[in-house]
């Protein structure tokens, strides 16, 4: 798992984590009852995490009352989910300037993330404290802008707060996991890796970057022990089946490495991270043209993921196309922005 997989991965969690939280994922009886009973199947679909039916759910719900909030936020928060950031954050703006509910700037705060607007993800989330929202939680957004930012080092002083405020909460160790892994630090990521499932067995996300932090200390077999682990606990996880097939291909079994990734393009066809992935897989067999392939394939799903172009401007300087690698590169930069 390369950089943008993890942060890309914490984002996913962050958004999930709002969603998780959230008193607007109950179902509702006072809308209208056209606009309940779509809203209402919205919330089983978003709760089983068919996302893009829980899109258009919400939306009809919207189509009869437009100024229905709670459909706004969810909708966002599936949108989300499917990588339609600019679509989150639309609906987020709308949901907040009807009610200024904190949980609405918090979920603000990860599509802004998204979309490299760490500043104003940094206003969102001080939006939220001033509306007296949990100190831990505020600290938990935090540190996942400076993460997302490229701020490692503020990144664990946030989570550090978190879990002074709750040593309970387990996304908090696994997030600080992650930005002791982008620093090298794998011993200390491990550590909180395991202190997140200790706390949530069901942490298939701790699983999944305990296993990278294993597998970059060199141990291989352990990371995949922990792969199919979190498999028996979410045999669908995308995650996780991402990862299997990383590890799958840093073990040469490239066979078993594209089935994995094909299974999810063929089911989750907007997501780019199997794209990263299998662009990874080639560039490490030297297949330069294929891994171009896969990374502007990346590319097309997400324009804002740095790491795609990054590793296709590498792929294009093996190829000894300068002018292409030069251009991506000064993408990559721009989306990064790495000044907070």
């Given at each position: 798992m390369?950089?943008?997989?993890l942060?890309?991965?914490a984002?996913?969690?962050?958004?999930?984590c709002?969603f998780?939280q959230?008193?607007d994922?109950?179902?509702?009886v006072v809308?209208?009852q056209e606009?309940a009973?779509?809203?209402?199947?919205g919330?089983?679909?978003?709760?089983?995490?068919n996302f893009?039916?829980?899109?258009?759910n919400y939306?009809?719900?919207?189509?009869?009352n437009?100024?229905?909030?709670?459909?706004?936020?969810n909708?966002?928060?599936?949108?989300?989910?499917?990588n339609k950031n600019g679509?989150a954050?639309?609906d987020?703006n709308?949901?907040v300037s009807l009610?200024?509910?904190?949980?609405?700037?918090?979920?603000?705060s990860?599509?802004?993330?998204?979309l490299r607007?760490f500043k104003?993800a940094?206003?969102?989330i001080?939006k939220?404290?001033?509306l007296g929202?949990?100190?831990a939680?505020i600290s938990?957004?935090?540190?996942?802008?400076?993460?997302?930012?490229?701020?490692?080092?503020?990144?664990?002083?946030?989570?550090?707060?978190?879990?002074?405020?709750?040593?309970?909460?387990?996304?908090?160790?696994?997030?600080?996991?992650?930005?002791?892994?982008?620093?090298?630090n794998?011993k200390?990521?491990?550590d909180?890796?395991?202190?997140?499932?200790?706390?949530?067995h069901?942490?298939?996300?701790?699983?999944?970057?305990?296993a990278?932090?294993?597998a970059?200390?060199?141990?291989?077999?352990a990371?995949?022990?922990?792969?199919?682990s979190?498999?028996e606990?979410?045999?669908?996880?995308?995650?996780?089946?991402?990862?299997r097939?990383?590890?799958?291909?840093?073990?040469k079994k490239?066979?078993?490495?594209?089935?994995d990734?094909?299974?999810?393009i063929?089911?989750y066809p907007?997501?780019?991270?199997a794209?990263?992935?299998y662009?990874?897989m080639y560039?490490?067999r030297?297949q330069?043209?294929?891994?171009k392939?896969?990374?502007?394939?990346?590319?097309e799903?997400?324009?804002?993921?740095?790491?795609?172009?990054n590793?296709?401007?590498?792929?294009?300087?093996?190829?000894?196309?300068?002018?292409?690698?030069?251009?991506?590169?000064?993408k990559?930069e721009?989306?990064?922005?790495?000044?907070?």
């Open positions: 390369n950089k943008t997989t942060l890309s991965a984002l996913l969690i962050s958004a999930q709002v998780a959230s008193e994922k109950t179902l509702v809308a209208g606009s009973l779509a809203y209402n199947q919330i089983k679909d978003h709760n089983n995490k893009a039916v829980a899109n258009d939306t009809k719900a919207l189509q009869t437009q100024q229905f909030y709670q459909a706004l936020y909708r966002g928060l599936a949108e989300l989910s499917q679509d954050q639309n987020f709308q949901a009610n200024e509910n904190p949980r609405y700037y918090l979920a603000r990860v599509s802004n993330a998204r607007n104003e940094l206003q969102d001080d939220a404290q001033n929202y949990d100190n939680e938990y957004f935090r540190g996942m802008v400076y993460l997302l930012a490229g701020n490692y080092a503020e990144a664990e002083k946030q989570y550090n707060f978190a879990v002074s405020a709750n040593n309970r909460l387990a996304k908090a160790y696994c997030d600080r996991g992650t930005a002791h892994y982008l620093r090298g794998y200390a990521a491990i909180d890796y395991n202190t997140a499932i200790e706390i949530d069901s942490a298939t996300y701790a699983y999944v970057f305990r990278q932090a294993k970059e200390s060199g141990n291989l077999t990371a995949i022990a922990d792969i199919n979190a498999l606990i979410n045999p669908d996880d995308y995650d996780l089946i991402n990862t097939g990383q590890l799958q291909a840093k073990n490239y066979d078993k490495a594209a089935a990734f094909d299974a999810l063929e089911k907007d997501e780019p991270s794209y990263i992935s662009g990874n560039f490490d030297q330069f043209e294929k891994a392939e896969y990374f502007t394939k990346a590319i799903k997400d324009p804002y993921n740095y790491i795609a172009y590793n296709r401007a590498n792929a294009s300087e093996m190829l000894f196309e300068t002018k292409n690698a030069d251009s991506d590169r000064k990559a721009s989306f990064l922005n790495p000044k907070l």
